[in-house]
């Protein structure tokens, strides 16, 4: 059976069992601390980084882009008869969306309102280029879901904790998006690729105390705010 180590709200890690729910495989996870990582996490994992993909045939595998298109290549695709040009677009739609994890990771831990919305500026920029290119639906492409979706699933499902807990939109003003949002959370997908007590954990972190988002935003009103660290092991991004 197919392994995976994880951290718990390693956004990184969340993409790689998201799409492994998508294709209906088994597979476990283990869990490790990032400040204090088993020296047997690390023999496994040159960069020291989750997730680490153990494959059926006992290799790990590290980076979660490699993970991804392993999976990608080894098991039924997701979608059927795509281009050789739309996979490289689905593909660069996917990077555009993983390199803003760590964005929208240092965006939620944002201890003033200046930075949130400083912060949330950068992190819509993604958001108004993917509502520039959605179509109609209700996924990137089209009716069936795939690997764009399941890259921004990510993005979308800690927008969705933080506008249910907070009232604060990062997708605010971007129509297309939000419906995209409501359809990709309808799969359950999200849900299914988190530990159990995944909401529990992430706010603890992302909207505790020292956090805007965590005070309730309290020095002014959310649609004010919503005007638009990570990385390491005690950022809780990995």
């Keep these: 059976m197919i392994k995976i180590v994880s951290f718990k709200i390693c956004p990184f890690v969340q993409r790689?069992?998201?799409?492994?729910?998508a294709k209906g495989l088994d597979y476990q996870v283990a869990y490790i601390s990032l400040s204090d990582k088993p020296q047997w996490f690390l023999d496994m994992s040159p960069n020291g980084q989750v997730p680490v993909m153990v494959t059926e045939?006992?290799?790990?595998?590290?980076?979660?882009?490699?993970?991804?298109?392993?999976?990608?290549?080894?098991?039924?695709?997701?979608?059927a008869d795509v281009s050789l040009e739309q996979k490289a677009l689905n593909r660069a739609w996917s990077y555009l969306a993983a390199k803003n994890y760590l964005v929208q990771c240092g965006t939620m831990r944002s201890r003033d309102a200046e930075t949130l919305a400083e912060k949330s500026?950068?992190?819509?920029?993604?958001?108004?280029?993917?509502?520039?290119?959605?179509?109609?639906?209700p996924f990137f492409g089209g009716e069936q879901i795939g690997v764009v979706d399941i890259a921004w699933l990510v993005l979308l499902h800690r927008a969705q904790i933080i506008k249910d807990h907070t009232g604060y939109d990062?997708?605010?003003?971007?129509?297309?998006?939000?419906?995209?949002?409501?359809?990709?959370?309808?799969?359950?997908?999200?849900?299914?690729?988190?530990?159990?007590?995944?909401?529990?954990?992430?706010?603890?972190?992302?909207?505790?105390d020292v956090t805007y988002l965590g005070r309730g935003m309290k020095d002014e009103?959310?649609?004010?705010?919503?005007?638009?660290?990570?990385?390491?092991?005690?950022?809780g991004c990995c």
């Design 16 to 21: 790689v069992t998201a799409l492994l729910e």
């Design 121 to 137: 500026a950068k992190l819509g920029t993604a958001f108004d280029k993917i509502e520039a290119a959605l179509g109609d639906g």
């Design 170 to 208: 990062f997708l605010d003003g971007r129509p297309k998006t939000q419906a995209w949002q409501a359809a990709i959370m309808a799969t359950g997908l999200a849900q299914k690729a988190v530990s159990e007590d995944f909401e529990e954990a992430f706010t603890k972190f992302y909207l505790a």
């Design 221 to 235: 009103p959310p649609q004010v705010a919503a005007a638009g660290g990570c990385g390491t092991a005690t950022s």
């Design 57 to 79: 045939s006992g290799v790990a595998l590290f980076e979660s882009e490699a993970i991804i298109e392993y999976i990608e290549e080894a098991y039924a695709p997701l979608e």
